[in-house]
């Protein structure tokens, strides 16, 4: 920014009476005036600034002399003289006009401030001031303001000068082109209206829009001055808040030095992002496609800001096509058109600016000056404006030109109001500006079907077309509105789009700029320290999770990721089922056990007369065949889908067929060993334990474990559990104990038993006796003590089918080795040794044991 902002004016003499309101006349503004670019008088005058030239000339100022007058120079925007012309018609029409300010002529002063800041403080002191030696109105403080309020500056950072200066005395100001949303701070800025929106409503479509296409790796290049500043901050701050990460944020300013803008091009030629925001006004990103265009970078997706997505003058830089924005609405300004070319070569001579205007359109010159340097033929008058192609000329494309026009209707709306009355219009009437101030805040009409009024910040409903550039048939680029924004619409319903974007490579297909790919399934998200949250590593999911597109989640309990871990699964669920040969063969092993059991009864009630039998206390012998039977059927019920009764049958129906089995080999043990104490002689034992007292016994032990069993089921039954904390691929559907004491109970009162059974049987094990069984019952019960006390840690360990199937197998084989252990060598002898058989025999053995 240049420093040299020479203060002009020594004294704001219309404005302050105080400081210059006792030597009247004597005070006026110092210094060279800027004579306007364009002007006419009136009975009122409205203002106008534009940013027409480029840029001011610069002196360096040696303080030993007078500095030259300010001086704009450089090439000329057409576009903002267009604006400027904008602003001549809507008075012409007004003045035309029988119901807007009938009977009044409105003047205006229009002034190039070509965007630089000295020059544009000037240009704000004489409009408010006026031009004393112009007009030889000495007669200062008497008079209000010279304009009643400015249509204009173009730039933010224009306006805000221009704000703080015409603020402070009431002066309004409605720019057309001024969209930093910081002039809605109505303590800064209290006098400033615009026809623009604020920035505020474009960077939240912005990031929006950024975010609905899914980029989330973005570039940014600003213009380093109030309008890129504060919309980039703004943009930013909504760009975080929807997730998008920025790789680089670049200011420039045309006026910076050279490398500064080459470090800015090598930045975005380095760059991996695909889609660059430029929020930048058009002098600004001219410069900057200018500088890219030597060595173009790889083609990006361009996302501009309004000044320069819509400027024809950026269209001829093919870097940019496909570039997106959002753009003032495109509208209709009948009659607008026959005033642009309805300029003569007399007319244009009027004014320094329109000569240099047509003398740039046309490369001629029309004052014949005496020894011109310059190449340039004369102007013969065959010169055409409306052959000429420029931004002039082009009215297809009447955006902001609109908002001039708005703005000038908008004052006159506010003036309408003051001076105007049923009965006519006061021509003489003398108005302050602060006046016109009030009366714009309501001003509220519609022209041309385009409605105005501000808010209470002095902003308009902010409307915007989504703007693409395409080519289209004939090759050359065009804007194509593709959408809408319209920020009074509901939340959520003000993006809409209306045709199909062409991107940057002339595709339909959203072009994809992330900084790492999305996560496959399966995968999810790391940051990579010191990295935006957007570039990530992707790692598998832990065990037991899966990811369909960005986290990781759990399955629920009763569901298993797939192998690709992108859904969950059912887990199979596990129990020892019919169908399964585990389960074919356990349930073969128990109906075979069962008919074992039955064959040998039969073979012993076919034998029931004989000795062997008799001898063996038959009743016990069945009664031990018949609960062994049923010990291998028990078995069965340990096999298919555990159901509330199978569960509840299970163990107890295990618990008292072994109860009862064992207190039969017990009645068996106890009947051994009195019938050996019988034999003694002096003693009746036998008396006190005969088949009453065996049947007895046998019954009440048994008891015994039925009234466990029913305390067990009455007070917390076994039920059907689905296990699912064991594996974590599985279920198992097992029987949940219900309480572990009952069936510790049920084990523990079958292992006292046969614990009890086999002290017993080993005592009488070697008492001499007719046939001695109790040897037998010692060995089957060490075999049934071993079978379970292997049982219990296979059973403890993990739970499973497999511990079914070794539940099953501890039932069957202690079953197996009492059946063979106590009835083999009995049907063996009766089956296959008759001769043995006999009560001689049997005596005999007896009677050679004792001898
Ligand atoms: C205003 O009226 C004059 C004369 O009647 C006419 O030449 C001019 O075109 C009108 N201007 C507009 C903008 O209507
Ligand atoms: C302005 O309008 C008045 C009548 O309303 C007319 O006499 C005058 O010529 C017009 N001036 C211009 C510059 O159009
Ligand atoms: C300004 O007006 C005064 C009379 O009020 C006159 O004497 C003087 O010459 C005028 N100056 C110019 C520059 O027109
Ligand atoms: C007028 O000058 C233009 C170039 O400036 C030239 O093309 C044209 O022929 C000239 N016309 C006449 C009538 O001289
Ligand atoms: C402007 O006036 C129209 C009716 O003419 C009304 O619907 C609208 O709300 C008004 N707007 C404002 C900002 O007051
Ligand atoms: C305004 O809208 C109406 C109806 O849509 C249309 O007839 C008229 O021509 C429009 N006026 C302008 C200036 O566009
Ligand atoms: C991802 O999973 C969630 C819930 O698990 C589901 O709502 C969503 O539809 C899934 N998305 C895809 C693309 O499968």
Redesign the pocket.
Known sequence: MHVNLVLTVVCITRLCPAVCGVNLGTCILQGDPQPPALFKDGDFIIGGAFTIHDHMRTEKHTYTRRPQPLECIGSMDFRELRFARVLQFAI?EI??SSDLLP?I?LGYHIYDSCASVPMVMKVAFQLANGLGLVFNDTDSCAKSAAVLALVGESGSTAAISTSRLFGSFGIPQVSHYATCACLSDKRQHPTFFRTIPSDHHQVAALARMVKHFGWTWIGTVRSDSDYGNNGMASFLKAAEEEGICVEYSEAYYRTQPRSKLKRVADVIRRSTARVIVAFMSVGDVRVLLEELSQQPPPPMQWIGSETWITDPQILRFNLCIGAVGFAIPRSVIPGFRNFLFDLSPEQVLKFPLLTEFWERSFSCSLKQQTGSSTAMPACNGTEDLRALQNPYTDTSQLRITNMVYKATYAIAHALHGIVCNEKGCGKNIKIEPRKVFDQLKQVNFTKNNYSVSFDSNGDPVATYELVNWQFQGDGSVHFVTVGQYDASQPKGQEFSLSRTIIWYDGSEKVPVSVCSESCPPGTRKAVKKGRPVCCYDCINCAEGQISNETDCHKCLPEYWPNNKKNKCLAKPVEFLSWNEILGIILAASSIAGSLVALSITLVLYKNRASPIVRANNSELSFLLLFSLTLCFLCSLTFIGRPTEWSCMLRHTAFGITFVLCISCVLGKTIVVLMAFKATLPGSNVMKWFGPHQQRLSVFSFTLVQVLICVLWLTISPPFPYNNMQHYKEKIILECSLGSAIGFWAVLGYIGLLAFLCFILAFLARKLPDKFNEAKFITFSMLIFCAVWITFVPAYVSSPGKFTVAVEIFAILASSFGLILCIFAPKCFIIVFRPDQNTKKHLMGKVSTKVH
Do not use: P
């Open positions: 012409q003045n035309n009977g002529t």
